[in-house]
Nanobody, 116 residues
Framework: QVHLLEPGGGLVQPGGLLRLLCAASGSIWSINVTGWYRQAPGKQRELVAQITSGGNTNYVDSVKGRFTISRDNAKNTVYLQMNSLKPEDAAVYYC??????????WGKGTLVTVSS
């Protein structure tokens, strides 16, 4: 099993920045892809960004150029740096890991509020 902790959410003004962390423990050797998803009220959960074990990244169009996903293998942590935040970025953000044996694990989510 993989356990995920997601500190880092909070309130930020439009145009501000925030960094989310996803700290993994357990069977971290099995992780293939780590992604950040978000779900706003009344909307479906969507993939925001993902990073493979090899370091390849992928972003939804709406965050390209503003968000950066990265990983620190020594700390078993994946980061989501969010810059130039917009009100439409407000959501509960979830960390997800997909393992080599096709298992998915989710964190409990962290709330990001973008408001003046």
């Amino acid at each position: 099993q993989v356990h995920l902790l997601e500190p880092g959410g909070g309130l930020v003004q439009p145009g501000g920045l925030l960094r989310l962390l996803c700290a993994a423990s357990g069977s971290i050797w099995s992780i293939n892809v780590t992604g950040w998803y978000r779900q706003a009220p009344g909307k479906q959960r969507e993939l925001v960004a993902q990073i493979t074990s090899g370091g390849n990244t992928n972003y939804v169009d709406s965050v390209k150029g503003r968000f950066t996903i990265s990983r620190d293998n020594a700390k078993n942590t994946v980061y989501l740096q969010m810059n130039s935040l917009k009100p439409e970025d407000a959501a509960v953000y979830y960390c997800n890991t997909h393992t080599y044996d096709d298992m998915d694990y989710w964190g409990k989510g962290t709330l990001v509020t973008v408001s003046s």
